[in-house]
């Protein structure tokens, strides 16, 4: 029986990397709920017995080489996440909350959209977002690979501030998508040629 205020916690020994836990062949003490009820059910830890322990090393070694593999997969898809620019439009009160939030399913299908590469929501590091503004979020794609992203969330209507240390070239290259069904949209344009486009 659990008492009052005691956490029980179990010794795990991971067989996959686990974001904000550790890498594969590492041994961590976790909360007994999250290791029986998420770590060992999904495969991605075995109890820590003498038995395993043995297995670390080589655990360590297999995920080293399926990581550095990984890693050159994803690194071109790195580098078109970290600084892209993704902006919502949605309805707002006067004070800047939402009626409702942009949801880590909206961003990571924007983004999918964008990148032409499958994002899921579990990859998308932030809460949802339910006031106007900039936002930042990561995007989870290896262990070492985790690039920023900055959402916009702004009133529907009004055309969103894009950051200014953002360079022309940069901001040309990404295309407005929009998606009829969800209001979903990707804007970055061209500020000269779109001001006067919309006069």
């Known amino acids: 029986m659990r008492k009052e205020g005691l956490v029980l916690k179990m010794k795990v020994l991971l067989l996959k990397d686990v974001y904000k836990l550790g890498r594969a062949g590492d041994v961590k003490r976790v909360a007994d709920g999250y290791g029986r009820n998420y770590l060992l059910p999904h495969g991605l830890a075995v109890l820590a017995t003498p038995g395993a322990l043995k297995q670390a090393d080589h655990i360590r070694i297999e995920a080293a080489q399926r990581r550095q593999a990984l890693n050159q997969e994803m690194s071109s898809v790195a580098d078109l996440l970290n600084g892209m620019v993704v902006a919502f439009p949605a309805r707002a009160s006067e004070t800047g909350k939402l009626y409702g939030s942009i949801t880590t399913q909206m961003i990571a299908e924007a983004i999918s959209k964008k990148i032409g590469v499958e994002i899921t929501r579990r990859q998308i590091d932030i ?11 990561h995007v989870r794609l290896t262990v070492d690979l985790i690039p920023e992203v900055l959402v916009i969330v702004h009133r529907e209507g009004e055309s969103p501030n894009l950051p200014v ?17 969800a209001e979903l949209v990707i804007e970055a344009t061209e500020p000269a040629e779109t001001k006067s486009a919309a006069e």
């Open 127 to 137: 809460q949802p977002v339910r006031n106007l503004g900039e936002h930042r979020t």
């Open 165 to 181: 240390e953002k360079s022309v070239p940069e901001m040309a290259e990404v295309d407005v998508v929009v998606d009829e069904s």
